[in-house]
Structures are given as C-alpha cells and as structure tokens.
C-alpha cells in the first residue's frame, strides 16, 4: 500500500522554480512575504545598475544627464523597492498592521532593513545636488545606511536560529 502523505508519494507535487499562473493568481499575489520577496528582488535588480556605473572609466565618461539616469536615479528606484520590502517584512510580523511588534525579532530585521533602505535612497536623492553639503549628506546616508543593513542582516537574522 502506497503512502500518499509521503512526500515521494504519486500524488505529491515536485517542487519547481515558478509556481503555475493558478497557484500566482490565487494564492502568491496574496502573501504579504511573497510581495515583501518580490519588491526585494526588483529593488536589488535595479539598484544593481548603480554599483556596475559607479565602477572607474565608467563613472568618469558619464554626462550629467547619463550620471542621474543611469546611477542617481537607479539608486533612487531600487532603494524605493528596499523601502517597500522592509516595510512589508515589518508588517508581516504585525498581528495588527496598524500595531508594531516590537518584542518580535524578524521586526526588528525589518525595521533596521528600512532604516538603511532609507539611507541609500536618499543618498541616491542627494546625488542629484551638486552643492558639497549634500554630496557630503548623501555619502554619510550610504554609510548609516551600511551599517543599518549589517545591523539587520548579519546581527539580528542569525539571533532568529535561536528561537
């Protein structure tokens, strides 16, 4: 006799990269973790362009026009995804959305996510001024901005395995 809660069972689905068009429709584009995962992954697709045209003979040969499209404006767009990502990982964690979850860990994940998430867009903000106050702002909005992504990805995700 066949075991059918058997994960190699006959009636058991394989796992596959890309879920079908049914199981996205009805199911994923429901799942506020899937739509956190989601703004993630185009955030960091996108916000990729800006360390590839920050690269030397690449930055150095830009116009103004072609340095705001390709490098400040593409930091501005990825790091609204970053936005979007850590605030719904925020929410996920809620009971309530309206109620924050402090005593939670992946909350603080999350929160710490947004915070450095707002200091590389507005990094990327700043780099449309030309004036060195604001140059100087947007390179101190990378650097909190680092650290506060260190805090939540390399500090606080690890404390997770000890729940």
């Known amino acids: 006799m066949e075991d059918k809660s058997h994960p190699n069972s006959g009636n ?9 068009w049914h199981e996205f429709t009805t199911h994923y584009i429901y799942e506020v973790g ?15 362009i800006s360390g590839f045209t920050a690269l030397p003979g690449i930055n150095n040969n830009l116009s103004p026009a072609a340095l705001n499209g390709a490098y400040w404006s593409v930091q501005v767009i990825g790091g609204t995804g970053f936005i979007i990502s850590s605030s719904l990982f925020m929410l996920e964690t809620q009971q309530k ?4 979850a402090p005593k939670t860990l992946g909350w603080h994940i999350g929160l710490w ?8 867009t507005l990094c990327g903000a700043l780099g449309f001024c030309n004036g ?17 992504f260190l805090i939540g990805n390399q500090v606080a995700s690890p404390l997770l395995k000890l729940y």
């Open 113 to 120: 996510n947004l915070i450095g998430a707002i200091g590389f």
């Open 97 to 100: 959305w309206y109620l924050p």
């Open 12 to 20: 058991a689905r394989n796992w596959t990269w890309i879920p079908t």
């Open 132 to 148: 060195t106050e604001e140059i100087y702002q947007g390179s101190l909005a990378t650097f909190w901005g680092s650290w506060a």
């Open 34 to 48: 899937f739509l956190a995962c989601f703004f993630q992954t185009m955030g960091a697709t996108i916000f990729w």
